[in-house]
C-alpha cells in the first residue's frame, strides 16, 4: 500500500535561512501531492500541493520539488520566520480522495 | 479563501453520553469531506468519507455505529461519537477538497474531545 514518510523527524533552522523539508513516497501511482503545517493544538493548515505532471511549483515563500524517478518531494521555505515553527506534513495521493499522510517533521525556528 | 469552519473547538463530555460535530463549508460547495482523528505528536488517521447524499465510507476498524457520519447537505457534514468512551479522547479534524479548477484542499480547526 502507499507509504508517506518524511526523513527527518525534526529540523532546527536560524531566522532568515532556507528550511528544506523532505517526504518519500511509495505509491508510483500517486498523482497528487500536498504540503500542510500544523501548529500545536491546530488544525492543519493547507501550504502548496502539486500534480504529478510537474516538477516544481512556487507559492509565497515556498516552493515545492517534485521528483517522481525516486518518489520523492521537497518543501523548501526561503527566508524562515519564526512563525514558520510547527510540524509540517507531506500527503500523497489522488486529488479527490483520501490522501496518506507521512509522520510530520517539526521545523523550530531558532533566533 | 475556501474555509470549513468546525464547531465545537473543545467539548468534554462524560462517559456513555454522545457528542456532535460540525464542519460547514463556507463559501464552497463540500460534495466530500474527510474525517480524521489525531492523536497527539501523532499524524492525521483518516476515519470516513463522507458524500453529500449518499451514506460515508469507513476505514477499516472504524466502528459505523459509533462514529456516525452525516452529510445532508452541500455545506454541512456532522460527526456524532456515540456512547463515548475514554479512549475516544482525540483531536477530530475535517477537511474537503475545493473541487473544481481550485484543487487544494481545507482543513477545519479541529475538535478537542475528552471524554471523562
Known amino acids: 500500500g502507499e507509504s508517506v514518510g518524511l526523513h527527518l523527524p525534526t529540523l532546527s533552522v536560524q531566522e532568515g535561512d532556507n528550511s528544506i523539508i523532505n517526504c518519500a513516497y511509495s505509491?508510483?501511482?500517486?498523482?497528487?501531492f500536498i504540503w500542510y503545517k500544523q501548529e500545536s493544538g491546530k488544525g492543519p493548515q493547507f501550504i502548496i500541493d502539486?500534480?504529478?505532471?510537474?516538477d516544481k511549483r512556487q507559492g509565497q515563500r515556498v516552493t515545492v520539488l517534485l521528483n517522481k524517478t525516486v518518489k520523492h518531494l521537497s518543501l523548501q521555505i526561503a527566508a524562515t520566520q519564526p512563525g514558520d515553527s510547527a510540524v509540517y506534513f507531506c500527503a500523497g495521493g489522488s486529488y479527490g480522495q483520501n490522501f496518506v499522510f507521512g509522520p510530520g517533521t517539526r521545523l523550530s525556528v531558532l533566533p | 479563501g475556501a474555509v470549513v469552519s468546525q464547531h465545537p473547538s473543545r467539548v468534554i463530555c462524560k462517559s456513555g453520553t454522545s457528542v456532535k460535530i460540525e464542519c460547514r463549508s463556507l463559501d464552497f460547495q463540500a460534495t466530500t469531506m474527510f474525517w480524521y482523528r489525531q492523536f497527539p505528536k501523532q499524524s492525521l488517521m483518516l476515519m470516513a468519507t463522507?458524500?453529500?447524499?449518499?451514506?460515508?465510507?469507513?476505514e477499516q476498524g472504524v466502528e459505523k455505529d459509533k462514529f456516525l457520519i452525516n452529510h445532508a447537505s452541500l455545506t454541512l457534514s456532522t460527526l456524532t461519537v456515540t456512547s463515548a468512551h475514554p479512549e475516544d479522547s482525540s483531536f477530530y479534524i475535517c477537511?474537503?477538497?475545493?473541487?473544481?479548477?481550485?484543487?487544494?484542499?481545507?482543513f477545519g480547526s479541529g475538535t478537542r474531545l475528552t471524554v471523562v
Open positions: 477537511s474537503a477538497p475545493l473541487g473544481g479548477v481550485a484543487y487544494g484542499y481545507t
Open positions: 463522507s458524500n453529500e447524499g449518499s451514506k460515508a465510507t469507513y
Open positions: 502539486i500534480r504529478s505532471n510537474m
Open positions: 505509491n508510483s501511482a500517486s498523482d497528487y
